[in-house]
């Protein structure tokens, strides 16, 4: 897809599953769950290992979307499926991974299928951990479904908040469309504060149609830009686009939003 209709994916990507957890709860947002660790410290290194260009058509093939490392023995797959849970209309998945050569191929299976019938058409953000059994060092690392190389970030080398606002409390990670996202939640249906990192692909950092401002962050040029139900710091750095973005979930009036200012004050000290 060209660079500006990818961006503007993204981003309506992105709110479209905040906005999924109004109706469904925190749940929706993050991915299972899995607990934001403390944050390690970011290296000097590139975050994107594998970049292999993605299209519409290869999203629904793939049978997972966007993997990050966990340390150097396991990865954090994630993928669109259904709603966590062992009951009617959920989903439980796990994944595993064939090490052969210089290649670490990467499935993900259902392992509880809750059924489709008369549920309610809604994918959820998923993620399941796949242990390896070596360091990954370099290997490749492949989708099973096509055969084909996935989106690959560094975990070791994402940056985090240092500082988080007053009453937002870390809640999940996931990844879709090659990028990667750390979310913390303000309150059971607060808004959302998000971290997106994804693979600098030339893309306009926002959509031509959106008004922005810019500022300086963290020795960039960064785009500014508040819609009705979002407000977002966005620039380029190491060879990924980083976004900072804080987005309502269920309703709340827009000043329940962090001001644009202390966005940008997040985002200068994000580490």
């Known amino acids: 897809m060209s660079g500006e209709r990818a961006s503007r994916h993204r981003l309506a990507l992105l ?23 403390d944050p390690p410290a970011a290296a000097d290194r590139p975050v994107v290992l594998q970049d292999p260009v993605t299209d519409e058509a290869a999203m629904e093939v793939r049978s997972w979307d966007t993997a ?44 509880n299928d809750g059924g489709d019938g008369d549920c309610p058409a809604v994918g959820s ?37 240092a500082d988080v606002p007053t009453g937002y409390a870390p809640e999940s990670e996931g990844g879709s469309d090659g990028g990667w996202s750390t979310t913390w939640a303000s309150g059971e249906r607060g808004p959302a504060l998000v971290v997106t990192h994804e693979a600098d692909r030339g893309q306009p950092l926002v959509p031509d149609f959106v008004e922005v401002s810019t500022v300086e962050v963290r020795g960039q040029q960064a785009a500014l ?29 827009v000043s329940t939003l962090l001001p644009l200012e202390q966005l940008v004050e997040l985002a200068r000290g994000l580490r």
């Open 15 to 37: 709110l479209l599953v905040l906005l999924t957890g109004c109706a469904q709860g925190p749940t929706a947002v993050g991915p299972d769950l899995i607990p934001v660790a």
């Open 68 to 111: 990050r490392t966990d340390g150097d023995r396991a990865l954090l797959v994630a993928f669109i499926g259904g709603p966590p849970g062992d009951g009617r209309c959920e989903k439980s998945y796990r994944g595993a991974a064939d090490e052969a050569g210089d290649r670490v191929t990467v499935s993900v299976e259902v392992v």
């Open 125 to 161: 953000l998923r993620v399941v951990r796949v242990d390896l059994a070596s360091p990954l060092a370099g290997r490749t690392v492949v989708d099973a479904r096509t055969g084909a190389p996935g989106p690959l970030l560094d975990g070791g080398a994402l940056l985090h908040l």
């Open 225 to 253: 830009y508040g819609a009705p139900a979002q407000r977002s710091v966005i620039w380029r750095e190491r060879g990924v686009v980083i976004t900072v973005s804080n987005s309502l979930r269920s309703g709340q009036d």
